[in-house]
């Protein structure tokens, strides 16, 4: 399936019915009296955060949505008929802004979560209601209050809680295939992943899930490579796995280097969230691989992880390290790594969040 993590959609809830303007007409009940009955309400518009979707593609493709207009009312007091509702479903993860004014509307994280974003009109009184003791006969009934009509902005961050980071073909996809079920695709060229994986590690009685994103280069924070553009699925993840292979082209402290900057500039607080480092590909170095990960265990100051998606060794301790970060009280308690914060350019004045982004991602949330 496509994954796409944008989409522009104009949504409309439903118009009130119009209220009735109509008189009681029985046998043997002479001047009846106004009995119109009100219109519907119109239906509103609603989104749902479902668990079962993954990607924006419905609305890439389907771009306007409206809910039902309310029926009119009847005669005998009748009221009409409320106006469907229109759910809309998006996977959790989706925020919602309002793409002329640039708010953001909802920001939908939990399975089931739902938010009404436009309230369908109201129905429009019948002429019952307007009956006095001096106007018996109103001729007037209200009209329904018109829909509200409002371009909708989506945005998918997937909710991961570990995002897996490293250079192309740093081994980022094999490595989640080995811990979970994702049939996310391997291959021996660079930028082989297009679109973020996530899967769902099962460790020891503990379930959570990791993304694997798109291999970032040198100039990404400029558009190099597949750029930053799929950066925005890390926001969200509580912890960073960095993955630093024997076979990347350049040294692994200047292969993390070299990230952290392009993270820095897409969103300096990224950097500071707690991380694990792991040298991958493990068995390319054979019986020296324990000395290698403790060789660059030193040179960056904290602990290195030896593993091997292939001949799947490591892999548990990993986990194990992964785990703990995950279950810390606070994560913002925990030392944040933070090796190399002196060669990071610019660590003087961080990068303000997605400042070379898109309008509107530092919108006032409103509440509806
Ligand atoms: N020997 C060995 N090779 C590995 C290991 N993990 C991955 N590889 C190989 O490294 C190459 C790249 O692996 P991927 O998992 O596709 O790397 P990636 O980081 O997802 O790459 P991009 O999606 O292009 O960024 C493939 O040819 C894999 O077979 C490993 O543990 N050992
Ligand atoms: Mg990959």
Known sequence: MQFIDEAVIVASSGAGGPGSRHFR?????????????DGGRGGDVVMVADDRSRTLLDYHFERHYRAGDGAGGQGQKKTGRDGTELRLAVPPGTQVWDAESGQMLADLTAPGQTVALLRGGNGGWGNVHFATATRQAP???????????????????????????GLPNAGKSSLIRAISASRAEVADYPFTTLVPN???????GRVFTAADIPGLVEGAAGGAGLGLRFLRHVERCRVLAWLLSPADPIDPVDAITLLRRELAAFDADLCQRPAVVCLSKADLLGADADAAARALSDRLGVPVFAISAAARTGLDRLLDALAAHLDAPAASAQEPFDPLREDLP??????????????????VRRKI
Request: charged share 30%; aromatic share 0%.
């Open 198 to 204: 996530l899967g769902v590690v099962r460790h020891r």
């Open 346 to 363: 610019g660590s003087g004045q961080p990068a303000k969040k997605g400042e070379h982004l898109a309008p509107a991602r530092t919108a």
């Open 25 to 37: 007409r029985e046998k043997h009940v002479p001047r009846g009296g106004p009995d119109g009955g």
């Open 139 to 165: 001729e007037r009934a209200n009209q329904g209050q018109p829909g509200q009509t409002r371009t909708l902005r989506l945005e998918l961050k997937l909710l991961a809680d570990v995002a897996l980071v």
